[in-house]
DNA sequence: CAAAAATTGTTATGTTCTATTGCTATTCTG
DNA sequence: CAGAATAGCAATAGAACATAACAATTTTTG
């Protein structure tokens, strides 16, 4: 049960950040789900809750997603009574939080912040300052 | 056309990550489909040639891949004649590159050095160094 | 202002990746 | 040797994500 005799792969940096990256969403994605949250649900809370009134198109903008699964999304939000919906004119929704929304918002928040600060402290102390800006830099730009 | 007011979340780790990996792999993705790999293939690809005689389920170990997802991906390289498998013993089947793989795989290194490099680049210099240790550290250990 | 262009929300659908289950044959281990 | 573990495989299910098209409604601009 040995590892391989050589792997050049953690050498690479792409390499390292998608098995950084699914390694860690999978450890998120339990804890969320033990609240019956995925973490794209509780990105969109967290967006919804700093910038009330905020539209799905926005939202899908920011989140990086299709405007066309925003909607199963919104949807199922919609029904578990976490946010609700008002129309800001003819063809835009406004999304805010509702009470129950804030509740499991404040949840999730509790987890993620735990869930973060593991994750940071699992970083060598020398390296962790700088995780979070250079990963920042590797997409904050041209979208 | 503008982004949200208020966007905690690249501030979180655990989103920076997330998206700093899907933004770079499909950037990836792209320029290996210019050859007809998948970075899986690539990776694969990079492990058989660095250990010859390999087992797909060392392999699915290393990559993190259950055995069963391997069978397709390894049939793919064989038929695309990249790999070649001789038997070891009665089960276990050995894992080798061909001429042909050897002459993709050289394609594939020289579009992966260049994408590894231009993705460094993005990083800004005190926070280069830092971000392949930052990141193995996440996830080599509890595999 | 009127025509053209862009935006919003939506439906329907397809693709791709990954996990699960179960099976047979073989090898390893106590 | 018997039981446990391993290798390879098939079939299938589910989740995540992309595409295309559409109607209704703004927004832009000539």
């Known amino acids: 049960m040995v590892a391989l005799m050589h792997d050049p792969l953690p050498n690479y940096p792409g390499y390292a950040l998608r098995r950084a990256a699914t390694a860690t969403m999978a450890e998120l994605a339990t804890r969320l789900a033990d609240i019956g949250l995925r973490q794209v649900d509780a990105s969109t809370l967290i967006l919804i809750s700093a910038n009330p009134g905020v539209t799905g198109s926005a939202l899908a903008r920011s989140l990086d997603i299709r405007r066309a699964n925003m909607v ?11 946010i609700e919906r008002v129309p800001i004119d003819g063809k835009s929704l406004g999304l805010n939080m509702t009470e129950l929304g804030l509740q499991k918002l404040a949840e999730a928040q509790i987890r993620i912040e735990t869930f973060e600060k593991e994750l940071l402290a699992r970083v060598p102390e020398e390296h962790r300052a700088h995780l979070v800006p250079a990963l920042n830099a590797l997409w904050q730009m041209d979208s």
């Open 72 to 82: 199963p999304l919104l949807k199922g939000l919609e029904d578990a009574g976490l």
